[in-house]
């Protein structure tokens, strides 16, 4: 399941876009909050053992997305597109 922001809490304090090694968390533009592309989000399967930018955050702005389920294989098959030439520190 990819995460999301929940923008009642984001302050845009950029916190959680270095800790992302996917290059999933993005600027809003319009409202310069961050959100997650869901299409990058691996919920860090592959990485970490625990999603890096929730635990980074001190508001808890990021959540999960419950329009974006998928099991923990799904996450690493997507992590594997995301990086073709690296092998998975945590699986
Ligand atoms: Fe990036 Fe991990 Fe947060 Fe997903 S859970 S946006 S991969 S830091």
């Known amino acids: 399941m990819s995460l999301r922001i929940n923008e009642e809490y984001c302050v845009a304090c950029g916190l ?35 999603p890096k930018c929730y635990s980074a955050c001190f508001l808890s702005a990021p959540e999960a997305d419950p329009f974006h389920k998928e099991t923990k294989e799904q996450l690493l098959v997507k992590w594997k597109k995301l990086h073709p030439s690296k092998n998975p520190i945590v699986t």
């Open 16 to 50: 959680c876009l270095v800790h992302c090694k996917n290059g999933a968390i993005k600027e809003n533009d319009q409202t310069q909050l961050y959100y997650i592309d869901p299409d990058r989000c691996t919920e860090c399967v592959g990485w970490y053992d625990e």
